[in-house]
């Protein structure tokens, strides 16, 4: 037994039969060294454990999380999230526990990752920097190692660990920048100086920008703007409590997007990140959202499942209870066109690599404004012909996806940084044939 699940039986042997519980223990080490003006300034880290816990007393639930592992405090935890429980209301949608489920055999874990030392995240930053020299580099990489175990009182007992590396940069001149990122399951996975060359092109390529007109434009888009395209899809559609409140876009069996599209969740994939259970501990399985165009299923928690009359999916995170379940395992198919190829098709548009600040305006039809960042280009007559100042856009993202507007698929999926984090979407960069800009980047 390890040392998660330990305490994970600690703390249902200190509830004892009179509340239905659930823990989580999540524990691991997180490390994060920061470089500004090319040089490293600061090396971090954490090593810690969490322990959450959900527990119903005749229909009463309460939730809570401590970080003190000692037995005193994990008494006087159970005591008071037991105490919290018994002054709820009766709670008519609580779904019960996860019965005894086998859980895949599926893990994410690189262990020279998990404990990577300073030295081994500064020579990825020293790739970084070194591939653009002349230029000005801030920017951050990041290790972590987890390990999660969960326990219920039915009997249920799950546990799993993931590892992750994250390189973030930008290369800047005088006048310019450009960004670049970079995720995988390990840090050898991390191209520093492909990440830092592409930084630095974009920069350069920036230094000198011109204003444009606002309006409907072809663009091709880096899997920075697709990877957030994707979870706002997810956060916001996909999800079964948004759609089971009336606000979401997404209609079963509708096809909603083009044919091309092929959108899924799957954490069993070889390149995914993260582990094979739920906060809740049920199992995750492979969810296609979006099968050739067609909008194919909702990702569930138990709550949300027990309202439909339906199964859980694997998609509980903590504060699902009032965010709604979110898929956060998401790959987008990629094609087989080269980035080059998709610009060379383009007789006037624009080329973005990063979205920034995007805000859902209307749910339903997923209506966002957001503005371009590190590295908007003109592109006309299949050339890339100058840098154009940061634009503010309004879109629909189910419209931008929607049939008929879907002109190319890269070949170069990766995990995006997306407005809601990294390592949760692989996605390809797109050429999409309409995408509305409204103004600069004031207004």
């Not at 299923?297 to 859980?312: E, M, P, Q």
Request: net charge negative; hydrophobic share 40%.
């Amino acid at each position: 037994m390890t040392a998660e699940q330990n305490i994970a039986e600690q703390v249902l042997e200190l509830v004892g039969p009179s509340a239905d519980a659930e823990v989580a223990v999540n524990a691991g080490t997180s490390s994060l060294t920061r470089f500004a003006n090319s040089f490293i300034h600061q090396n971090v880290g954490e090593e810690g454990s969490t322990v959450s816990l959900r527990l119903s007393v005749d229909g009463r639930v309460a939730s809570g999380t401590t970080t003190n592992l000692e037995a005193a405090a994990l008494e006087r935890f159970v005591a008071d999230t037991t105490a919290a429980a018994r002054v709820q209301p009766v709670d008519p949608d609580w779904p019960g526990l996860v019965a005894p489920t086998e859980v895949p055999r599926v893990e994410h874990f690189d262990p020279a990752t998990a404990e990577a030392l300073p030295q081994a995240r500064a020579a990825k930053v020293k790739a970084f920097v070194d591939a653009a020299a002349e230029l000005s580099a801030p920017g951050d990489c990041a290790t972590a190692g987890v390990t999660v175990a969960i326990a219920n009182s039915a009997g249920h007992r799950a546990t799993g660990r993931y590892s992750r590396a994250i390189l973030d940069g930008i290369q800047q001149t005088p006048a310019s920048s450009g960004s670049r990122h970079a995720t995988g399951l390990s840090l050898d996975d991390l191209d520093a100086a492909a990440t830092g060359a592409l930084a630095g092109a974009r920069a350069r390529d920036g230094a000198v920008t011109f204003d444009t007109k606002p309006g409907e434009y072809e663009v091709v888009l880096a899997p920075e703007c697709v990877a957030t395209i994707a979870v706002f899809l997810a956060v916001y559609g996909f999800n079964a409590k948004a759609a089971l409140e009336g606000q979401s876009f997404a209609r079963v069996g509708d096809a909603q997007f083009d044919p091309q599209v092929h959108l899924v969740d799957d954490v069993t994939d070889r390149r995914a990140l993260g582990i094979a259970f739920d906060s809740e501990g049920t199992p995750k399985q492979r969810l296609a959202l979006i099968d050739a165009g067609v909008t194919s299923s909702l990702a569930h928690d138990r709550r949300t499942a027990r309202k439909a009359g339906t199964v859980s999916t694997g998609h509980a995170t903590p504060g699902s209870d009032v965010w709604g379940p979110v898929a956060h395992t998401l790959f987008l198919q990629e094609g087989q066109t080269a980035v080059e190829e998709m610009v060379a098709a383009v007789e006037r548009g624009i080329y973005v690599a990063t979205f920034n600040y995007c805000r859902v305006l209307d749910p339903k039809s997923l209506v966002v404004t957001g503005l371009t960042r590190n590295g908007t280009f003109m592109i006309e007559n299949g050339k890339i012909t100058g840098a154009v100042s940061n634009l503010r856009f309004t879109q629909s993202f189910v419209a931008a996806l929607g049939p008929g507007n879907v002109v190319g698929i890269g070949d170069d999926a990766r995990f995006g940084d997306s407005e809601f984090g990294p390592g949760v979407a692989h996605v390809p960069s797109l050429r999409l044939g309409s995408w509305n800009f409204t103004g600069g980047a004031d207004g």
